[in-house]
Structure formats: C-alpha cells, structure tokens
C-alpha cells in the first residue's frame, strides 16, 4: 500500500539533512504499518561515504529486528537510489522501494546501471518511483541553488 505519509516522513529527513548541510535525502522503512526507521544523508557529519540516508535507515531496522533481512519491509527514500544503496537495498531483501525524484546522474534504479535489472542482482523490490516527486526535487534544486 502506498502512503505519502511515509514519504512525508522521508522529506522531514531530508530537510533536516538539509539543514546540518548535507545532500537533503531522507528514508524511512516500514514494515506492517509501523515504522522501523528513519534517517538522513549524515555523509559529512560523520566523514563516512557510505552514510547515505538509505543505507542508515536500513541500517537502523536490521538493528530493530536483529536481522540483516528486512524481509516484507518497505523503503521510502526521497531520491533515487544509488548504485551503493540498491545493493544494499536487495541485500537487505526490501520487498517494495517508493522514491521520489529521479537522479539522472547518480541513480541506479530507474537510470544508469538500472541495478535490479542486472542478472547478478539476488533480489529486486517492487519499485514505484515518482512519489512525491515535485517536493523531493524542489527540496534538491533549492539545497544546490543556495550552495551556488
């Protein structure tokens, strides 16, 4: 079942990533109806490449359910996954992945690699792209016009 209130949850994420100065992405990760976590972009705060909203929050579930397989959880994400989180994504065995504005550059998903359509890929969610996407790519666009 789709919920924008899950992505409202994710663009939340974002806005206060947004303002610790990072890339405003945020994830949340949902699972019968309650959630499981929720996070965002933390790369700079922590100097660590791999702290990508996904990766946290998928991070923070495992550690919830004390299990590495997220198994009939869903992820909400702001922005198109990368190619890092897609694997993480699958690994995790996510049953449904909603996301919001595309990544013509780096996403992994929809664009470039297109990660779960690749044959070595073990597992692909559902995909629905496109949720909320006008408010995820305003969110974007006005994070990177204000660094100009």
Known sequence: MISTSYM???????????????????????????????????????????????ILAIRQAAQQLGSERLIDADLYVTLEPCTMCAAAIS?????????????EKGGAVVNGVCFFNQPTCHHSPEIYPDLASTDATRLLKDFFQGRR
């Open 8 to 54: 409202d949850m994710a663009l939340e994420q974002a806005r206060a990533a947004a303002d610790r100065g990072e890339v405003p992405v945020g994830a949340v990760v949902v699972r019968d109806g309650v959630v499981l976590a929720r996070a965002g972009n933390r790369t700079r705060e922590l100097n660590d490449i791999t702290a990508h909203a996904e």
């Open 91 to 103: 690994f995790a065995r996510l049953r449904r992945l909603y996301f919001g504005a595309e990544d």
